[in-house]
């Protein structure tokens, strides 16, 4: 695995036991709700799901999604992801950018499609909302194509990390790192939860700039660039195995990460947006768990931050998105 933070990185192969997971991998008081879910479709399996955020440890959507994510993977590392960050204007692309582009926004869409049966699947009120943002920027992606302006890549951003982030969950499962999180405190109860809709009307979850968007994105943006030597680090090398400079870089990052989860917590809690607040909360939790593991790291427990910085990397491309 490579720990790098930005939205697309490093494309890695995973054997995990469900299938292949073609991933494309980067490091990077309790209240009750105040609203309940009524009058929700009734195939919705996790409209029940009405207590805080956890550690997920069974996800019976896994197998499946890894093979959509597969297939738009080979998609997308066909020249798309190479050339994403650098794509200007529609009435710029040159015919092989706009090849490339067009096949993967197909993809985007296809993949969306195939996805709202597990969005109904999920007994996991989050991994729902991940589908939902996997489906709803994945298909508004598509629609921005013919238009295209470079503040859409948010949409192609959000869309990456809502995949990226469910592969997370699933390959801490699949490993065992999701075993790690008994010594973390449970998540606060979520302060307002939005009855579940129908899937197949997925929307993104934020629309207009705010504030607590333009803070997220700069407290991620300034974590990143304090930590690029921890994001190079070979995640695979266990902590039996660290040299002393190793040791101390791991020993340094620790607080970082302690602060960067007590402020993605408190940008949730008072973003007044339950599927903001879910995603926030989930990063921090899946950090704290990371940090739980310390001088007993092995391999498998960088899932555990990798899943955190997804959920943190899917709200910042929203909120880039919605910036414009």
Known sequence: MKWLLGAVAVLLVIAIAVGIAVIVMSRGGDSRPSASPTGVPSDIASANDTGPVSIITNEPTCATFVGINNSLADLQTQGWGAQRKALGPASEWTPEQRSRVEAVATGMRNAANQSVALAKQTPHRVVRELYEQFIANGRAYADSVRDYVPADDGLASANVNASSAIIGICNTITFGSSNRGLGVDPAASPTTIAAPQDPQKSLPFITEPTSTCSEWVSRLDNFNSETTAWADADPSVPASEWTPERRTLEVATRPLLTA???????????????????????????????LTVADNYTGIDGWLSYTGFKFANLVSGACRAAAG
């Open 260 to 290: 960067y989860a007590n402020d993605a917590q408190a940008a949730g809690r008072e973003s007044g947006n339950p599927a903001f607040e879910d995603f926030a909360l989930s990063s921090a939790l899946y950090l704290r768990t990371y």
